[in-house]
């Protein structure tokens, strides 16, 4: 990112952004979302930003373009004909058409997949939607479409990967996020790839040269006892790393290339180590032998404020009982009095002034 001379700070998104917009889990309660001036939170009614449901999908592919640009994944995502240079997220829909056959004209029963693994038969893309449960699989205008919006948003932040998207990052902090973030992208960012068992990314592996015209080397092939040809590499059982049960030959599965890939997770089985969630459109970043959400990666790596939620590039913070805050979000959540070097209570990662917290127990 190019800084203008004697640029200090980057300025977050406009705080009218989304103003307005109802609370989805309040439903009806809310008035319309009010942005905090620096915690991402309502105002009116203290949920999140995503319970708002604040951005369209062209906002949500420009985020996840952005996430995967300059990454082992930058295939998923195209250039924005006459934008900025951007790029944004190909994001694969799948439509399903089944005909209604009635004594009159056939009719047709359209099914909208916000969301499918790329690359795959639409046979196979079905088989995987069929092992998700029902209320998260991506159906517009299900709830499980608004599951997925919802996980964009908390999984991957795009406050973890543009510094723009922040409230106030000195240069230094700018330049610090920067390799952050390509670092992250060059060690740990991947996309899950669906194949059957025993399928997919082989030759990558191995280091094997590309077949020539589909065709297999004779190392790569067998008879078997039939006569037929088969895949030496492939085995007759395979198990799921998480849950360690077989995964059935012909039941799609997940690979994870930064895995390596003699692993392989059953599609419920495809979740971040840290809060067990499913990992959104399959997006996950490798660490320490294990799958995870992109914001618990980032809080692996570094401290995430408790009071902006954003992650922390300056070495001077406030530290407590395993959280952190910048110093100047460390302040009451009701009052937002400072709380340096005063007293307050810590309940359940929320600070509180030792008047608000009375207050509280009190009501």
């Not at 479409?145 to 996980?151: G, L, V």
């Not at 599965?253 to 890939?261: K, L, P, Q, T």
């Not at 570094?302 to 954003?310: I, L, N, Q, T, Y």
């Amino acid at each position: 990112m190019d800084l203008s001379a004697g640029m200090q700070k980057m300025s977050v998104v406009p705080e009218s952004a989304g103003r307005g917009v109802p609370c989805l889990r309040c439903k009806g309660i809310c008035t319309g979302f009010q942005p905090h001036s620096w915690r991402k939170l309502c105002q009116v009614c203290r949920c999140c930003p995503e319970d708002h449901d604040l951005y369209s999908d062209a906002e949500d592919d420009r985020k996840i373009g952005r996430l995967l640009t300059d990454s082992k994944n930058s295939s998923l995502t195209a250039r924005v004909k006459g934008g900025d240079g951007g790029r944004i997220y190909k994001r694969n829909r799948m439509i399903i058409t089944n005909p209604i056959v009635s004594r009159k004209d056939p009719t047709f029963d359209t099914i909208t997949y916000e969301w499918a693994p790329p690359g795959l038969t639409q046979k196979l893309a079905i088989l995987y939607m069929e092992l998700i449960p029902k209320e998260m699989q991506p159906v517009a205008g299900t709830e499980g479409a608004y599951h997925r919006r919802r996980q964009l948003l908390r999984q991957l932040p795009v406050y973890d990967v543009d510094p723009a998207q922040c409230l106030s990052l000195s240069e230094g902090e700018v330049g610090a996020m920067e390799e952050f973030v390509k670092l992250y992208k060059q060690d740990a960012l991947g996309v899950g790839e669906v194949a059957l068992p025993g399928e997919a990314g082989t030759a990558k592996d191995e280091g094997k040269q590309p077949q020539k015209n589909g065709k297999k080397t004779p190392q790569e092939t067998s008879s078997a006892p039939n006569g037929t040809v088969t895949d030496c590499n492939k085995k007759s059982e395979y198990h799921c790393e998480r849950c360690k049960q077989v995964a059935p030959l012909g039941s799609p599965v997940v690979f994870a290339e930064r895995g390596g890939y003699a692993r392989l997770w059953h599609p419920t089985c495809f979740v971040c180590c840290r809060c067990s969630e499913a990992l959104v459109d399959l997006i996950y970043f490798w660490k320490d032998e294990s799958l995870m959400c992109g914001r618990h990666y980032c809080e692996a790596v570094r401290p995430r404020c408790a009071g902006c939620d954003e992650i922390i590039f300056s070495e001077d913070y406030q530290q407590m009982e395993g959280l952190a805050w910048h110093r100047n979000h460390f302040s009451c959540v009701e009052c937002e009095q400072p709380l340096t070097a005063k007293s307050f209570i810590l309940d359940q990662a929320k600070l509180l002034c030792t008047t608000c917290s009375k207050s509280s127990k009190r009501a």
